[in-house]
């Protein structure tokens, strides 16, 4: 395997972990009250834009070349990380 295809395939999984954590939190979002279900509706739009940035920039690593990989793995880094930590705040944040 080479380095191009782990580092996809490390951010593909990356990127599928944050979908269910954005699944679960919709799921969270149906239970609650009216004015708490606005609050979740507003951050998962929010984690839903983050999240097609990321598969945006993951599709963009899947069609370059073995030799261009490198310039963009740094923006799927960043997108994955702006996702991941988005993420975790929206599930901090919604714990209760």
């Not at 593909?12 to 939190?25: F, G, N, S, Y």
């Not at 239970?31 to 708490?36: G, M, V």
């Not at 984690?47 to 940035?53: G, R, S, T």
């Amino acid at each position: 395997m080479s380095n191009k295809d782990a580092f996809e395939k490390k951010h593909e999984a990356k990127i599928e972990e944050m979908k269910a954590e954005i699944d679960r939190l919709k799921a969270k979002a149906k239970q609650s009250e009216a004015d708490t279900q606005i609050k979740y509706e507003e951050k998962i739009s929010e984690l839903e834009a983050l999240k097609d940035q990321a598969e945006e920039k993951l599709e963009g690593l899947k069609k370059s070349s073995e030799n261009a990989w490198s310039d963009i793995s740094k923006g799927l880094e960043s997108a994955t990380q702006s996702l991941t930590t988005a993420v975790k705040a929206a599930s901090s944040e919604f714990k209760n």
